[in-house]
Structure formats: structure tokens, C-alpha cells
């Protein structure tokens, strides 16, 4: 019945983390700096992969003195939106400065 079915939901559901958490770990492995961030933060960037501007609020607890990144552009897309490239071009450090 229904305990039976939750019970098998339970099991999965637990499986799934498992399977989710070794998926993180392994990317935390390859790029240490991301043992920073929470499972929640981790994902998120993951999870947008092709927005290299998903990192930005993140940045500061994988960096002690970056503030933010700037990105190459390039152009604009159809809402008049600009795009950014996954170049780097600078870094914003806590006070302001900026460097190249």
C-alpha cells in the first residue's frame, strides 16, 4: 500500500542524494576552490554553465580579495541583451581596484 510506496520513494530519495552529492564532491575535487561554496551555490553555478556571469555573486567566497570578474563581450542578443564570452579580462578586488 501507501507505506510500502513511501518507503520505495524514501529509499530512492535517498539514493538520488547519494548520487548528487558524489557528483559535487567530484567537481569540488577538480577545482578545490568550489569546497567553498554550499551545495545550493554549487549547483546553481552547475547549473549554468553557459552564463559565465552565474559565478559573479559567488565569487568572493571562493576568492578571498576578488570582489567580481569582468567578462569579455560579445555583442548583443535578440532582447538587446549583451552576451559575455568565459574570458576573464579582469579582476575587482574589495577596494576598487581593477586588474588586468
Known sequence: GFLDMFKRNN???DTIQKC???YLQSKRAVF???Y????DELLEILSQTRNPLAVQPHIRKC???VKSLRFG???VDD???I?????ILALQDPWGEEIE
Not at 567553498?36 to 551545495?39: A, G, R
Not at 552576451?83 to 574570458?87: A, E, I, L, N
Open 11 to 13: 529509499e530512492l530519495l
Open 20 to 22: 548528487l552529492e558524489d
Open 32 to 34: 578545490s576552490r568550489f
Open 36 to 39: 567553498f561554496l554550499s551545495n
Open 63 to 65: 576568492f578571498d580579495a
Open 73 to 75: 563581450e560579445n555583442g
Open 79 to 81: 532582447n538587446g541583451k
Open 83 to 87: 552576451k559575455y564570452t568565459s574570458d
